[in-house]
T-cell receptor, first 112, second 113 residues
Framework: QQQVKQSPQSLIVQKGGISIINCAYENTAFDYFPWYQQFPGKGPALLIAIRPDVSEKKEGRFTISFNKSAKQFSLHIMDSQPGDSATYFCAASGGSQGNLIFGKGTKLSVKP | DSGVTQTPKHLITATGQRVTLRCSPRSGDLSVYWYQQSLDQGLQFLIQYYNGEERAKGNILERFSAQQFPDLHSELNLSSLELGDSALYFC????????????FGEGSRLTVL
């Protein structure tokens, strides 16, 4: 399978700080790049997504930055809160296939 | 609540056994996906069905099989279980089966002893 590489594996941020998670992909046919949030004991849930025709998308405190030429995208969480503590997965899909290829996840801990 | 229902939530069984995991997609969703989540491998795509037909296949072992029924629910069958099959198995659904949001259930946790 085409890979999506995610870093860091874990992240500790103080309350009010900025959390940044990075992903890189290989397949230029990918045209949909979502971020999923997963809390313990729950399934992943869509947080925010972007398509390659824009370089940035913002929803509240969450922003995706997308660099098509570098084949990279990142999630920025502004004013991070303890309630943001979860595992975050980047993913990609494209062409005629709806299945998402996921990164390995980043465990975010926001300290009060 | 995503609207995707998975049963059972927890399952403990022995090596060599066979289990069946069940998934009911969101109302109106025609496509179902199965993923395996383990600590070291993250979320691995297994297989996708669209309106009863297999659409895409990922890293699914030959010991595993799946199907989507006319009422659109899906089952994942795992046989000749090994210790390494212990994982969370997620079902997700989407309307079209093309690129876009997947809605995940809460998973079935399989423990093989």
């Amino acid at each position: 399978q085409q890979q999506v590489k995610q870093s860091p594996q874990s992240l500790i941020v103080q309350k009010g700080g900025i959390s940044i998670i990075n992903c890189a992909y290989e397949n230029t046919a990918f045209d949909y790049f979502p971020w999923y949030q997963q809390f313990p004991g729950k399934g992943p849930a869509l947080l925010i997504a972007i398509r390659p025709d824009v370089s940035e998308k913002k929803e509240g405190r969450f922003t995706i930055s997308f660099n098509k030429s570098a084949k990279q995208f990142s999630l920025h969480i502004m004013d991070s809160q303890p309630g943001d503590s979860a595992t975050y997965f980047c993913a990609a899909s494209g062409g005629s296939q709806g299945n998402l290829i996921f990164g390995k996840g980043t465990k975010l801990s926001v300290k009060p | 609540d995503s609207g995707v229902t998975q049963t059972p939530k927890h399952l403990i069984t022995a090596t060599g056994q066979r289990v069946t995991l069940r998934c009911s997609p969101r109302s109106g969703d025609l496509s179902v996906y199965w993923y395996q989540q383990s600590l070291d491998q993250g979320l691995q795509f297994l297989i996708q069905y669209y309106n009863g037909e297999e659409r895409a296949k990922g890293n699914i072992l030959e010991r595993f099989s799946a199907q989507q029924f006319p009422d659109l629910h899906s089952e994942l069958n795992l046989s000749s279980l090994e210790l390494g099959d212990s994982a969370l198995y997620f079902c997700a659904s989407s309307v079209t089966g093309l690129t876009g949001e997947l809605f995940f259930g809460e998973g079935s946790r399989l423990t093989v002893l």
